[in-house]
């Protein structure tokens, strides 16, 4: 079975501008979770998205949103890019049925730098 | 809010036992995971708890008391390719948090 993808592997961005990041997930898994990995902060939870509706939503600002397709693929978006974006953002999936099954397998991630 | 306490570093020699703990406290609860993550790559799971008790996989074992906010991950035979960061992740709802993690160097 095919891993969590994520495209593009590296963005180079300048400050202002947005970017979309994408997250497939594996087959059959349903929800989909983002995060953003600094060395100051750690792994910090962005949001969930679990059939196409965010169950859950970290403390990050509105300028970080996403969303999640009918066939469980799932986007995120930062407008107005600041050079503290600069991060790798992961992507996990998981059946999210409950008990073990809820395990998230992580993407190899989007490294973002901000200029 | 989520707390989540782990050393944030540890050095043993191949072969040896590293214990790392790890104390939490969440909002709410129903279960705890540990990932493995080497320099520049993704977090890979290595073990789950959601009842008190020691789970064995292997060379890894995993132990949670929940009225304790605690768990461990005891690395057993450690290997050269043990050397990692290891995050701590209880599960509130369907959010993980992450504690910082601990990094792991294996020495020979």
């Known amino acids: 079975k095919a891993g969590v993808t994520q495209t593009p592997r590296y963005l180079i961005k300048t400050r202002g501008q947005q970017v979309t990041l994408s997250c497939s997930p594996i087959?059959?898994?349903?929800?989909v979770s983002w995060y953003q990995q600094t060395p100051g902060q750690g792994l910090q939870f962005l949001f969930e998205?679990?059939?196409?509706?965010?169950?859950n939503k970290g403390n990050f600002p509105g300028r970080f949103s996403g969303r999640q397709f009918s066939n469980s693929r799932s986007e995120m978006n930062v407008s107005t890019l600041e050079l503290g974006d600069s991060a790798l953002y992961l992507c996990?999936?998981?059946?999210?049925?409950?008990?073990?099954?809820?395990?998230?397998?992580f993407g190899p991630g989007t490294r973002l730098t901000v200029l | 809010g989520q707390n989540i306490d782990q050393p944030t570093e540890m050095t043993a020699t191949e072969g040896a036992i590293v214990q790392i703990n790890c104390t939490y406290q969440?909002?709410?609860?129903?279960?705890l995971f540990w990932y493995q993550q080497h320099a520049g790559e993704a977090p890979t799971f290595l073990s789950y708890?959601?009842?008190?008790g020691l789970e064995e996989k292997g060379r890894f074992s995993s132990f949670l008391s929940r009225s304790k906010g605690y768990s461990y991950l005891l690395l057993k035979e450690l290997q050269m390719k043990d050397s990692a960061s290891y995050l701590c992740?209880?599960?509130?709802?369907?959010?993980?948090?992450f504690g910082a993690g601990t990094t792991v160097t294996v020495r020979a």
């Open positions: 996990a999936s998981s059946l999210a049925e409950g008990g073990p099954t809820d395990t998230q397998y």
């Open positions: 087959s059959g898994h349903r929800s």
């Open positions: 998205y679990f059939s196409e509706t965010q169950r």
């Open positions: 969440t909002s709410g609860f129903n279960g």
């Open positions: 708890n959601v009842l008190d």
């Open positions: 992740a209880p599960r509130d709802d369907y959010k993980l948090s």
